[in-house]
């Protein structure tokens, strides 16, 4: 199963937003809703962000969200902040029954 | 409070054999599938297994299975992965996540162990 895509870097400045996205199949992102959105700072363990494409975990900021259009998922961050600068992965249900990752985006926060 | 601790990881040669525990806490265990997801060096992360809550439905992808086995001990609260005939590309920090109930995602992370495969 071959991993999503997602782009190596995006940044922005405080108070901006940004969007990454992530990009997989007709066999995958596109074939169900269970997109997830994880970030993950230096050394640290991730962190579940965004689930089932759009719903956040309580405790997450709304700053947060998450979309889908076809075989490509996003996650928006509106209002940036410097702690949001961190490493963020995107993972998919695939149909044939696996879960693969994206290769992870690092955000940089100018 | 929702705790994941992972144990066993260290320094083995290829061919080896590693077994890795995970002790849980805060939450009704057998409730929950459990995962292993690893993360190389400076790479992103790689879906490793998934046992079901009853501990008999496993799942791995191509990449680690018929070497790799997942197992729970809803007595204990604790996950296992036991890791036979490691590779090279094997070595990485393996975290243990809890899975949420109806959705392929993971809510609650454990701090990692690593496992390094070398001669």
């Known amino acids: 199963q071959s991993a999503l895509t997602q782009p190596a870097s995006v940044s922005g400045s405080p108070g901006q937003s940004i969007t990454i996205s992530c990009t997989g199949t007709s066999s995958d992102v596109g074939a169900c809703n269970s997109v997830s959105w994880y970030q993950q700072h230096p050394g640290k363990a991730p962190k579940l962000m965004i689930y089932?494409?759009?719903d956040r975990p309580s405790g997450v900021s709304d700053r947060f969200s998450g979309s889908k259009s076809g075989n490509t998922a996003s996650l928006a961050i509106s209002g940036l902040q410097a702690e949001d600068e961190a490493d963020y992965h995107c993972?998919?249900?695939?149909?044939?029954?696996?879960?693969?990752f994206g290769g992870g985006t690092k955000v940089t926060v100018l | 409070e929702v705790h994941l601790l992972e144990s066993g990881g260290g320094l083995v040669q290829p061919g080896g054999s590693l077994r890795l525990s995970c002790a849980a806490s805060g939450f009704t265990f057998r409730s929950y599938a459990m995962n292993w997801v690893r993360q190389a060096p400076g790479k992103g992360l790689e879906w490793v297994s998934t046992v079901g809550g009853s501990g008999a439905d496993t799942y791995y992808p191509d990449s680690v299975r018929g070497r790799f086995s997942i197992s729970r001990d809803n007595s204990k609260n604790t996950l296992h992965l036991q890791m036979n005939t490691l590779r090279a590309e094997d070595t990485a920090v393996y975290f243990c996540?809890?899975?949420?109930?109806?959705?392929?995602?993971?809510?609650?992370w454990g701090q990692g162990t690593m496992v390094t495969v070398s001669s």
């Open positions: 996540a809890k899975g949420i109930v109806g959705s392929h995602s993971f809510d609650v």
């Open positions: 993972s998919s249900f695939a149909s044939s029954g696996t879960l693969v």
């Open positions: 089932d494409v759009t």
